[in-house]
């Protein structure tokens, strides 16, 4: 079965400086990966995501990710963070696309002025 | 064009109580989905409907659970009798169809407290 791995649970960033977020998943084949953001009172918003091709992708809000299968990771960047983009990002991957999402704990982030 | 709507945005009862939660999908979505997340977990699936029709419900933790979907639009997802380790965040979203490249579009979520 998929699994989702973010390992860190709460991110301090200050305003200005660069993000970036782990995710680890484990999966038989070539997965489809995401990234979603909760802010709060919103619901959940696509990030980005990953289905094949270049393994850098570039999502909404300046925010990239890139896949590295021999690490099955997916790691979440970010060169600048601002104030608004304090929330919870979540990490998923699918099957067969984006039905039955497998998601991570979340990480939450705060930005620091 | 409105979003993914869910009713209500909160709801704290008390166990063995019943609570239903309402989803209502973007309009022409056929795909609904129900995702939970418990405090401190992941946020797991726990059905899909394709139309009023039940694709998948292998996440739904017991029968105590009840999701429908008449006519294919609006969904419920009722929980009697609540308890306590059914507190948590339930998200709806809907899609149009299931194709690899299908957006998924998500609801605010209801906070459900029991107590």
């Known amino acids: 079965a998929q699994s989702v791995t973010q390992p860190d649970i709460h991110i301090t960033v200050s305003e200005g400086a660069s993000l970036e977020l782990r995710c680890n998943y484990s999966?038989?084949?070539?997965?489809?990966l995401f990234w979603y953001v909760q802010s709060p009172g919103q619901g959940l918003q696509l990030l980005l995501k990953y289905f094949s091709g270049d393994t850098l992708v570039q999502g909404i809000k300046g925010f990239e990710a890139e896949f590295k299968r021999s690490q099955s990771s997916f790691n979440l960047r970010k060169p600048s963070v601002h104030w608004s983009d304090a929330a919870e990002y979540f990490c998923?991957?699918?099957?067969?696309?984006?039905?039955?999402?497998?998601f991570g704990k979340g990480t939450m982030l705060l930005v620091s002025p | 064009e409105a979003g993914v709507t869910q009713f209500p945005s909160h709801s704290v009862i008390e166990k063995g109580q019943t609570v239903t939660l309402r989803c209502d999908p973007i309009?022409?979505?056929?795909?609904l989905y129900w995702y939970r997340r418990v405090m401190g977990k992941e946020i797991k699936f726990l059905l899909h409907?394709?139309?009023?029709?039940?694709?998948?419900e292998s996440g739904m933790p017991n029968n105590r659970f009840l999701a429908e979907r008449t006519g294919g639009t609006y969904s419920t997802l009722k929980v009697q009798p609540a308890e306590l380790e059914d507190s948590g965040v339930y998200f709806c979203a809907s899609s149009q169809g299931t194709g690899v490249h299908e957006k998924l579009f998500f609801g605010s979520g209801t906070q459900l407290s029991v107590l």
């Open positions: 309009s022409g979505h056929d795909n």
């Open positions: 999966y038989g084949a070539t997965p489809y």
């Open positions: 409907f394709v139309k009023e029709s039940k694709q998948d």
């Open positions: 998923a991957v699918g099957p067969s696309g984006y039905s039955t999402l497998t």
